[in-house]
């Protein structure tokens, strides 16, 4: 393993909070009830499809005002209650100082990443970034992890992926890069049985893997 790729909510960053309060924003300017985070976590790492699906129903991803109004609303507040998850700090710091190249690769749009990585100076110093229109695929699609093996100058073998969603184990699969999950993310119950190399239970177990001190 000579480089790392991570997904961003729920493996990086604990957003379901700033994405609960753009999602109810939104259902309240529609008059309809709001949404727990409880209720909201589970679909926090599938972006804002699977969101305004949840707040909404079944289509309303495909409505263009209600993306941008909830675009908006996150953008107000993207970073008021979004944390890294405890540990992650300190997992960038060990990598940065084994000098070993690490990037992002999210289904998020790029706006919003943009946005959101320069609140959390350990992100900011991605060396790859690949978000969810950056290409015409995304995840499970692998191309979005090959074309951040690329701008790492990193062949797929070598680099491992660790996510949150079953479809990050997929797109690794397919690009030939070690699947990890992280199991302190927005995991579902069928998580034990994906197609992962390893479950990862505390980023410094991703340290431990790579046997990095």
Not at 128 to 149: F, I, M, Q, S
Request: glycine letters at 6%; a negative charge; hydrophobic letters at 45%.
């Amino acid at each position: 393993m000579t480089a790392v790729l991570f997904d961003l909510d729920g493996t990086l960053l604990d957003t379901a909070p700033d994405l609960c309060r753009a999602l109810n924003e939104v259902l309240a300017a529609h008059a309809l009830p709001g949404k727990t985070l409880e209720q909201v976590r589970p679909h926090a790492t599938h972006g804002t499809k699977s969101l305004l699906n949840l707040g909404f129903g079944e289509g309303a991803y495909e409505q263009e005002e209600l993306r941008e109004a909830f675009w908006a609303a996150y953008l107000r507040g993207i970073s008021a209650t979004t944390e890294l998850f405890a540990g992650v700090a300190a997992l960038i710091n060990a990598l940065d100082q084994a000098a070993i190249p690490w990037g992002i690769v999210t289904n998020k749009v790029t706006h919003l990443t943009e946005a959101a990585l320069p609140h959390y100076p350990a992100l900011a110093r991605c060396q790859a970034l690949v978000c969810g229109d950056t290409l015409k695929e995304r995840k499970p699609h692998p191309a979005p992890l090959l074309k951040a093996a690329e701008q790492l100058a990193v062949a797929p073998k070598d680099c491992l992926y660790l996510g949150d969603a079953i479809t990050d184990m997929q797109a690794a699969r397919a690009a030939g890069m070690t699947a990890l999950v992280a199991s302190w993310g927005y995991v579902d119950d069928t998580h034990p049985s994906w197609p992962a190399d390893a479950i990862l239970s505390t980023p410094q177990a991703l340290l431990d893997w790579c046997r990095i001190p």
